[in-house]
């Protein structure tokens, strides 16, 4: 029986299931003579995880990222007292052209979060980011949790590093983690934020680096995310 998310002909379409989809509206090829060769990788995202296990993993991470950045919008919205403090600390700036500044690039950021899936995913690959058309970084390339091509914001994909897979948790108060590697590839997207990097972290000592230079600030992808996440709970798991 075809349920939801199968295909005509009943075969599963689930983001969870190990197989992928090749082509959803034929099962046997009905043109004399045609042919599709089709190549695929099977080499894991992750090797301390499999596929499945990862995608479950980023579903999870996408929908929490999602609701920070809910709450940053909601606060800047509401502009109280708590929201001037947490600007200041992270921009030592809370006027209202900096409250527009942030609250119009987080929409975007939103938006573009919200159209990212576990098959956003993907495995870094130095021949993917020449397809889309951005110079590979092979710098510190075993040390890199994840990166994105800032300007493709037709395709967008967050390529995942080794950092990423066994050198982050999931979530972290007051430092760096899966979580908010997620949230800081999507201030690179050129229709958000387009942040660059020049100065990572979100501890304390990037929040003073950050108020000593409100014009760095305002663009570093650290900043914009120490300022979504730094200090939120723990979602329950």
């Known amino acids: 029986m075809k349920e939801a998310g199968d295909n005509v002909y009943g075969f599963k379409q689930s ?12 099962v046997t090829n009905t043109i004399p003579g045609s042919i599709v060769e089709v190549m695929i990788d099977t080499t894991p995202i992750c090797p301390n995880m499999t596929d499945k296990e990862f995608r479950i993993k980023a579903k999870l991470l996408l929908g929490w990222a999602a609701t920070l950045v809910e ?20 921009f030592n700036r809370s006027d209202q052209d900096m409250r527009q500044y942030l609250a119009t690039g987080f929409s975007r ?5 919200n159209s990212l899936t576990p098959a956003s995913l993907v495995r870094s690959d130095p021949n993917l980011d020449r397809i889309l058309g951005c110079v590979p970084n092979m710098k510190n390339i ?3 949790a994840a990166h994105v091509c800032g300007p493709n914001t037709e ?5 995942i590093g080794m950092k990423f897979c066994s050198g982050l948790r ?12 997620l949230i800081h ?11 660059d990097d020049p100065r990572y972290g979100i501890d304390p000592t990037a929040a003073e680096w950050a108020r000593n230079h409100p014009g760095q600030a305002l663009r570093n992808a650290d900043t914009l995310t120490g300022y979504v996440v730094y200090g939120e709970p723990l979602f329950p798991i």
């Open 15 to 26: 983001e969870e299931e190990e197989w992928f989809l090749i082509h959803d509206t034929a």
């Open 71 to 90: 709450r940053r919008i909601a606060d800047l919205n509401r502009y109280d007292g708590a929201t001037r403090e947490r600007m200041l600390y992270w």
């Open 109 to 113: 950021h939103l938006a573009a979060l």
């Open 142 to 144: 075993d040390r890199e």
């Open 155 to 159: 395709r967008r994909l967050v390529s």
């Open 170 to 181: 999931d979530q972290n108060m007051y430092g760096d983690s899966r979580l908010s590697t």
């Open 185 to 195: 590839e999507v201030t690179h997207f050129a229709d958000t934020f387009a942040s």
